[in-house]
């Protein structure tokens, strides 16, 4: 189902405050047959309004509105507008002010989120940077010191020795290949519009192909599955969402030491359907738990994903999730292991 605009979001949060306001104003009218209260109750409703939605406008309107109600429907001589009483001016005068300073409090806000979003950006750039500058050299460093053995004394290595240079070149090549592969879902999850294009998929599919990409890269190791019989679909960008997993089960691959069983489950609670990667390995360090995704890892700490990389694979992992409206954690397992988990909400039928 499609958002609404922002301005009718607005137009039907205020209206739907002050309609609640007005029916409670006529109840405490019937019930306690007292007025006193009702200024108060228009001016929450104002403050709520003010609160809530964007920019002064909606506010200023709200308060002329209140007060405009209150002298003619709650203010002696009823049903009639009567400006003439000092009490009367002075409330529509506070009335406006405590808008007008609301708005401008909020809209401070606002914009201190919003500043404070983009310098997170801005640091998540300079991590991500700073992490694919060390991580790129070492591959590479590799590639290029064995390519170059080859070349200037060919004939000198036996071919096991060749087979096991090209074996290692190839394997910092499809390393660098995934990087990139991660760096290019960076690039398009960067922007302030993220374009997820979502399409109906099919769990079982998503999970066969999944699996068939990671068997060709670890062949010897086995996956044990816990899907829902049940057909089950949800709306996502299946490429993504394919790395996603594909990332976390690399990760339990290479970072999860003394692992001998790896599992991917399937679940659904309400609307959300869950996927998690779990493993019996040794766990994550308790002081990476709180910045596994955050692409950013402290000097001395134990790489968490990525060849050497400082989490990059992980970072992209939870930039997709957010990006599809759902939530990533990690955690260790009671018993050995930890557990990667996040979830992708299902659409109604009739949306």
Known sequence: MKKLPEFLKNIVISCAILVMCLVLCQLIQVLFNDNAL?????????????????????????ALFSVLTVNFAFTVPFFTFDFTIPENIISAIILLII??????????????EVIKAESE??????????????????????????SSALLENYGLF?????????????????????????????????????????TETVVDELIDSVLVKFAKRYPDQEVRLDIPSD??????????????????????????TGMTRLWLKVYTISKKVYFEVRDNGCGIPPERLRDI????????????????????????CAAIIR?????????????????????????????
């Open 293 to 316: 995704f955050s692409g950013y890892m402290n000097q001395g700490a134990t790489p968490v994903d990525g060849k050497n990389n400082a989490g990059i694979g992980l970072s992209v």
């Open 38 to 62: 009702i200024p108060a109750m228009f001016g929450l409703a104002v403050f709520l309004i003010s609160l809530i939605t964007s920019g002064y406008t909606y506010g200023i309107i709200s």
């Open 158 to 198: 036996s071919e096991e020795q060749s087979k096991m240079m090209l074996a290692g070149i190839k394997e910092e090549a499809d390393w660098l290949n995934r990087m990139v592969e991660n760096l290019l879902s960076v690039t398009r999850l960067d922007g302030d519009d993220v374009s997820i294009i979502k």
């Open 99 to 112: 808008t007008v300073v609301t708005c401008g409090l909020m809209e401070r806000i606002k914009h201190q």
């Open 231 to 256: 057909f089950l679909s949800v709306p996502m960008d299946t490429m993504l969402i394919q790395q996603v997993l594909i990332n976390l089960l690399e990760n339990a691959v290479r970072h999860a």
């Open 121 to 146: 950006r801005e640091r998540m750039r300079a991590n991500l940077l700073r992490a694919v500058s060390h991580d790129l050299r070492t591959p590479l460093t590799t590639i290029y010191g064995s």
């Open 323 to 351: 990006a599809h409206g759902g939530e990533i954690r990690a955690q260790n397992v009671r018993g050995g292991g930890s557990a990667f988990r996040f979830y992708l909400k299902q659409e109604d039928k009739n949306e």
